[in-house]
């Protein structure tokens, strides 16, 4: 029989992995709970007309990247291919707005996007991200983007990343700009590919970030959303500029930066990062006043943003950022099957005072049992020869220092915290 192998575009994490996963879930969890935001955990699957009208129609995720299938009921069903859209769901389902008028809230998880897999790019990959719903002041969207800002801080990443951000209006901006783009499109449309034209009668604004060298020269002289802003949109972009450099957050305006979701209104913000390869954008975020009301709850602004977390493991690995160690403190080696009481009590012992502690479950040979200290990257070899068991000690082994010594068992712990604080 065919070997099953995993789906393309799908990974197995395996240990030597889930280790550093597990290190960066910690960081996220640590940071979004020092800026007041609470977890939330929604289902894989929802229906698709929850993303069909948040995300939109026309977007590439909805039209074409949807894991979509109908359900024995004849509903639409969807995996989820993102999680903004659920989170909003939630939130009017759970009337959050009448239990606080500001909701806090992150996540992380798996979702699926139909996409062809390179680095970087997955069908399933997972994310994590913070959505806050209520307030519609540009401090809020500072608040958002330095939770990222602490998060690429924590994890080694502060000196390869970029921020771009821009602003794509209000709504009614956006509508008198894409007619203007439009009209000013229109006369070249024969010199544009497939994918533009299209996004021109459906998304005229996408057509911005195109990678195509001569669409962009010719963008260069259309015209600029900024000339549309209201006053409002204007004074919010001015004071998100001036409190990012409040707080020493460096940034690039990009005006060509407008995300390839539809629920976007004002602020769109992407961290990159060369270190990722082709596929650079480590988070996108933006604002969504109109998102709420768009899935039938009453009108909330909301912002937010999520970040692709293999991506974030790809940057960090080229940084070696700061990734706590989880390897063991310390192998403890016996001579005889005799000893595995005296190895299973002090292993206990020094897990409850926070020891990382194997042993070798396989009652192999003492040089075996060396080899495969050194093997599991731990920085002590704990000995129970014949000797030290007679006389209540323990060798002591610095497997990097290649020293030793025999103390006490009794001082075990003690000498321990000593060689660790
Ligand atoms: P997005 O830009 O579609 O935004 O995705 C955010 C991040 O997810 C990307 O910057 C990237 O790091 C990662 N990502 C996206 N697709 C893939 C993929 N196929 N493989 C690996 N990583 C991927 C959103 O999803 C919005 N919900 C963000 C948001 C939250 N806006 C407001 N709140």
Redesign the pocket.
């Known amino acids: 029989m065919n070997k099953i192998r995993s789906i393309k575009g799908t990974h197995d994490i395996l240990p030597e992995e889930s280790t550093k996963w597990r290190n960066l879930e910690k960081s996220i969890h640590d940071i979004c709970a020092k800026f007041g935001h609470e977890e939330i955990r929604t289902p894989i699957f929802e229906e698709t007309r929850l993303f069909a009208r948040s995300v939109g129609e026309n977007t590439d995720i909805v039209s074409k990247e949807m894991y979509t299938w109908k359900d024995k009921d004849n509903t639409y069903l969807t995996l989820r291919p993102?999680?903004?859209a659920s989170v909003a769901r939630s939130f009017i389902q759970h009337n959050m707005k009448n239990k606080s008028p500001i909701q806090r809230l992150y996540y992380m998880g798996p979702l699926f996007?139909r996409?062809r897999p390179q680095k970087?790019?997955?069908r399933q990959?997972h994310?994590f991200?913070v959505?806050s719903f209520g307030s519609e002041y540009p401090e809020q969207d500072v608040e958002i983007i330095s939770i990222a800002w602490h998060i690429l801080k924590e994890c080694g990443l502060k000196n390869n990343i970029k921020l771009y951000i821009n602003s794509i209006g209000s709504i009614e901006c956006r509508i008198a700009y894409k007619e203007a783009l439009q009209n000013f499109l229109r006369p070249h449309l024969n010199m544009f590919s497939e994918t533009s034209k299209h996004r021109f009668r459906t998304n005229p604004l996408r057509i911005l970030d195109t990678k195509n060298q001569d669409e962009r020269l010719l963008l260069k002289e259309a015209p600029q959303i900024s000339s549309y802003y209201s006053e409002e949109d204007l004074i919010h972009f001015e004071s998100i500029t001036r409190f990012l450099n409040d707080m020493g957050i460096p940034f690039k305006i990009d005006s060509n930066l407008v995300?390839?979701?539809d629920y976007y209104t004002r602020t769109v913000f992407?961290f990159t990062s060369e270190l990722v390869g082709a596929q650079n954008?480590?988070?996108?975020?933006?604002r969504?006043d109109g998102l709420i009301e768009t899935l039938g709850g009453k009108n909330t602004p909301g912002i937010?943003?999520?970040?692709?977390m293999?991506?974030f493991l790809i940057a960090m690995a080229k940084t070696e950022g700061k990734i706590r160690s989880l390897k063991p403190d310390a192998y403890i080696i016996c001579q005889n099957a005799d000893y595995l009481s005296l190895v299973i009590q002090l292993s206990n012992q020094l897990r409850e005072h926070g020891y990382k502690i194997i042993f070798d479950p396989l009652r192999r040979s003492m040089k075996a049992q060396l080899r495969d200290a050194n093997r599991s990257g731990a920085r002590y070899a704990l000995i129970l020869g014949e000797e030290e068991v007679k006389n209540n000690t323990i060798n002591f082994k610095d497997l990097m220092e290649n020293t030793q010594k025999t103390i006490p068992q009794l001082n075990l712990i003690n000498f321990f915290d000593n060689l660790t604080n």
């Open positions: 993102e999680l903004t996007r996409e970087g790019r997955q990959f994310q991200g959505e995300r390839g979701l992407e954008a480590l988070i996108g975020g933006g969504y937010g943003f999520a970040a692709g293999e991506r």
